[in-house]
């Protein structure tokens, strides 16, 4: 593919990703995720700060997404109700088309020290933006932080089914059999 070609983002994406799987995420640099997408290392930066962006972008628009289907939830609803349609929407995301990525990214992920952390980072500021987006609709403390950290847990557990190499269910499924099991451990 020529550097003029469409699409440079996702053909660094894909190309990052090959090379975590084949080398490692240690062992790839910038440099060899470019040429293997074809592309300039300088052409890598107006994309992506660093390699873990490779992994990590979008997180903002996953956030935001879940925040605004929270705060559109109807009225009078409770806060984990909410947080399930915060939820349901983040199946938005987690397509069919996505799954490949995701399970990769969820290997690549889970072997290396600093990226978990990285990740534990971005799910602890989707709770805090949850809790936040449930204080607007008036729910106070505790109970808004309690229910976006449930909510969390749901979206780590169904997330984790969901790129599970025998999984075919997509993830709204997951995510309304999760919830449906934690309000059965809530009531027992």
């Known amino acids: 593919m020529g550097r003029w070609e469409p699409d440079a983002e996702s053909r660094f994406r894909a190309a990052a990703l090959e090379l975590f799987g084949e080398i490692g995420y240690e062992q790839t640099t910038v440099a060899a995720i470019a040429e293997r997408a074809g592309l300039t290392a300088r052409t890598f930066f107006r994309y992506f700060a660093d ?42 995301f987690f397509d069919d088309d996505r799954r490949a990525f995701a399970r990769l990214r969820s290997t690549v992920i889970a072997a290396n020290t600093d990226l978990r952390e990285r990740e534990l980072i971005k799910m602890a500021t989707l709770s805090v933006a949850l809790a936040q987006a449930l204080r607007k609709r008036g729910v106070g403390e505790p109970d808004a932080s309690l229910a976006a950290e449930a909510g969390i847990a749901v979206f780590r557990v169904a997330f984790a089914q969901w790129v ?17 099991r934690l309000r059965m451990l809530a009531a027992n």
């Open 164 to 180: 599970s190499e025998s999984e075919r269910r997509g993830y709204g499924v997951i995510v309304k059999e999760s919830l449906a």
């Open 51 to 92: 390699k873990r962006e490779v992994l990590f972008n979008g997180s903002e628009g996953l956030q935001q997404t879940m925040a605004n289907a929270l705060a559109q939830a109807p009225a009078g609803v409770s806060a984990m109700e909410a947080i399930a349609a915060a939820l349901a929407r983040a199946g938005d």
